[in-house]
């Protein structure tokens, strides 16, 4: 049975390994890891590092590349908020990814900020996942982004 095999997960499935994964590279870095009772809020959350701040993370998963989005009312745009990315590439190990919430100040076109005035869709933040932007993620990365807030 191949390993990796990211088209055999249904979508609960993907989310909750997704989760359950970055909780655990948070905790292989030292970290603190608090479990949310309820995710109403758009936290699955919340971690630290020794005495640190407490950081609120959200994770979102997606196979391969694409359109990922948080609603603006749940992501709000505030210090210690993070989106934990995760990118399953079918195959392969996850690739993981740390983006403050305050980098959708700076709209790109990597991250995105949608508000579809007069349609049914609410406001959006989101990360446009195609080739042409996976270098400008590169600086997200997980092992790089741990780097610098915790070391």
Not at 20 to 46: A, H, L, N, P, S
């Amino acid at each position: 049975m191949p390993k990796y095999n990211w088209s055999k997960l249904n979508r609960q499935q993907v989310g909750s390994y997704s989760e359950y994964f970055v909780k655990m590279e948070f905790t292989m870095y030292g970290c603190q890891v608090y479990t949310t009772e309820v995710d109403d809020r758009g936290i699955d959350f919340v971690t630290r590092y020794e005495t640190g701040p407490f950081m609120e993370i959200q994770v979102k998963s997606i196979r391969e590349k694409g359109y990922v989005f948080m609603e603006k009312e749940k992501f709000k745009l505030k210090e210690n908020l993070y989106l934990a990315l995760v990118i399953l590439n079918e195959g392969k190990l996850p690739d993981l990814f740390l983006i403050p919430a305050m980098e959708w100040h700076k709209p790109n076109q990597l991250l995105a900020g949608k508000d579809y005035e007069g349609l049914k869709s609410k406001p959006e933040w989101g990360v446009n996942l195609s080739m042409k932007n996976m270098p400008m993620l590169e600086m997200y990365r997980f092992e790089e982004m741990v780097s610098r807030l915790f070391l």
